[in-house]
């Protein structure tokens, strides 16, 4: 067999909601190296309920606002 | 006769089926083998998805055999790795997309009932192929130029069949369009004019299980049940 090809890959957090009025939650993560993966990705492998809307967000674009400091 | 009774579109939808077929099989073989667990799942995820897919589309097809040698198009048995893969599939299911959402243009709601749904499931099995199609395409290597020469050959296969169905298609007033098409949110379609095109006016209606919608095609607004 060929060789898998090594590329670069990121974590994209996985957020889905099952009816218009509820909240966005955050479901968990994926791994992948370009958006079109992380959907198809995010929507199988998060396939549990019939969600109406879901979003992938590269976790590199996440700003802190407010962050549980880490002991010293 | 209606539309969806039409010989035309019945050749189309048992091309449909004899493919999404011959596509299970190889995702079946391949859904433990994926480069990575994502991968896998997604594989298993779209073997379920075409196997039942055919059996609808068979069920709509009735009678009516396909014109298309689906066995020759996908070359199934031809798929020895991961970048084969990629090159004989993908192309497959980036037209399967392309074709299923052409039918959400059928104006036959008992069509539109089995169509809707798998339209819908393709275009995520297309987004799955688009995205390894980018992983692959950039990769100056032994797997890189299997994918290239993959994809290319089963373009070539699936090239004749997508133009064969566009005319068929045409010919019963149904146009493809270039890129699948994205559906709503919420995938409720225009009760005037069958639209896809719609969008979420209101989460509550006249009463507490209904949304208000609004057709971007008609201009028409309606309530759909909310936990449809």
């Not at chain 2, 031809?78 to 052409?102: K, N, Q, R, S």
Request: net charge negative; charged share 25%; glycine share 8%.
């Amino acid at each position: 067999m060929t060789a898998l090809p090594q590329t670069e890959s990121q974590v994209y957090l996985v957020f889905a909601r099952l009816h218009p009025v509820d909240p966005l939650g955050h479901l968990g993560t994926v791994r992948a190296t370009n958006v079109d993966l992380a959907r198809a990705f995010a929507r199988t492998t998060y396939d549990e309920d019939k969600w109406i809307e879901m979003i992938v967000v590269p976790r590199d674009a996440v700003t802190w606002v407010k962050k549980v400091e880490e002991p010293a | 006769m209606t539309t969806a009774t039409r010989p035309g579109l019945k050749v189309v939808v048992a091309e449909l089926a004899a493919l999404k077929r011959q596509l299970r099989t190889i995702y079946v073989k391949w859904c433990v083998s994926g480069p990575t667990l994502e991968a896998s799942s997604a594989l298993a995820a779209m073997a379920q998805e075409e196997a039942g897919h055919a059996r609808v589309l068979a069920r709509l097809a009735g009678e009516v055999a396909p014109l298309v040698d689906a066995e020759r198009l996908v070359a199934a048995d031809a798929v020895a790795d991961w970048p084969t893969l990629v090159g004989h599939a993908g192309p497959v299911e980036v037209a399967l997309a392309a074709v299923t959402a052409g039918l959400r243009g059928v104006s036959d709601p008992e069509f539109q009932r089995n169509v809707g749904k798998i339209a819908v499931e393709e275009r995520y099995h297309a987004d799955f192929f688009v995205g390894c199609f980018k992983e692959l395409d950039g990769l100056d290597d032994p797997a890189g130029e299997l994918f290239r020469k993959s994809r290319h050959e089963t373009e070539g296969r699936v090239d004749a069949w997508l133009g064969s169905s566009t005319e068929l298609l045409a010919g019963l007033g149904v146009e493809l369009r270039d890129e699948p098409n994205p559906g709503s949110v919420l995938d409720v379609p225009c009760v005037h004019c069958g639209s896809i095109d719609t969008r979420l006016l209101s989460a509550f209606g006249g009463s507490l299980m209904t949304s208000l919608i609004r057709c971007n095609s008609c201009g028409a607004q309606f309530e759909a049940i909310r936990w449809r």
